[in-house]
T-cell receptor
């Protein structure tokens, strides 16, 4: 079965460091989403792309977060500088087209000390 | 803010019993989806029900949708230990964006 692949699965780093999370969507899926999951806020949409173009990043703190899709097989989410409140699980999901279910990766568990 | 609100937040039942989870939402939708999340894993899609549908089945899953009450329910029949997970409803308001509820944590006791 085709899967969304996220790396790294776990990341522990000190505050102030740059963090880069990567996602390989399922081949042929044209829309890619980034979510953040915490106990307090639940699952929040940070940003999403269609055909590699950013459609909505209103859920993302602009001063420190950036999301890109350099090509159709790679999406990245960067945090610079990182803060302890960024500790969460970050998920990537992709979807083949309108009205279809989303396919999630297993997430990157990020801890900022 | 969360679109979907789920009820109950946690549910613990015996294996073999049925489990029912409810979801309420606030605005009009194109479809409503249910996902399962096992501990430490990503969400897995279970079932999608469109706004013009009232009921849908998939194996031991039954989903209903009442757009007049802006609510949906997920029924899992003959529960198994492997059904232990968190279950989320998500509403599609267009542009493929989903808004997720806070989830119901289901525990099936052997």
């Amino acid at each position: 079965d085709a899967r969304v692949t996220q790396t790294p699965r776990h990341k522990v780093t000190e505050m102030g460091q740059e963090v880069t999370m990567r996602c390989q969507p399922i081949l042929g899926h044209n829309t890619v989403f980034w979510y953040r999951q915490t106990m307090m806020q639940g699952l929040e949409l940070l940003a999403y792309f269609r055909n590699r173009a950013p459609l909505d990043d209103s859920g993302m703190p602009k001063d420190r977060f950036s999301a890109e899709m350099p090509d159709a097989t790679l999406a990245t989410l960067k945090i610079q500088p990182s803060e302890p409140r960024d500790s969460a699980v970050y998920f990537c999901a992709s979807v083949p087209g309108g009205g279809q279910p989303q396919h999630f990766g297993d997430g990157t568990r990020l801890s900022i000390l | 803010s969360q679109q979907g609100e789920e009820d109950p937040q946690a549910l613990s039942i015996q294996e073999g019993e049925n489990a029912t989870m409810n979801c309420s939402y606030k605005t009009s939708i194109n479809n409503l989806q249910w996902y399962r999340q096992n501990s430490g894993r990503g969400l897995v899609h279970l079932i999608l029900i469109r706004s013009n549908e009232r009921e849908k089945h998939s194996g031991r899953l039954r989903v209903t949708l009442d757009t007049s009450k802006k609510s949906s329910s997920l029924l899992i029949t003959a529960s198994r230990a492997a059904d232990t997970a968190s279950y989320f409803c998500a509403t599609d308001q267009g542009a493929q964006k989903l808004v997720f509820g806070q989830g119901t944590r289901l525990t099936i006791n052997p």
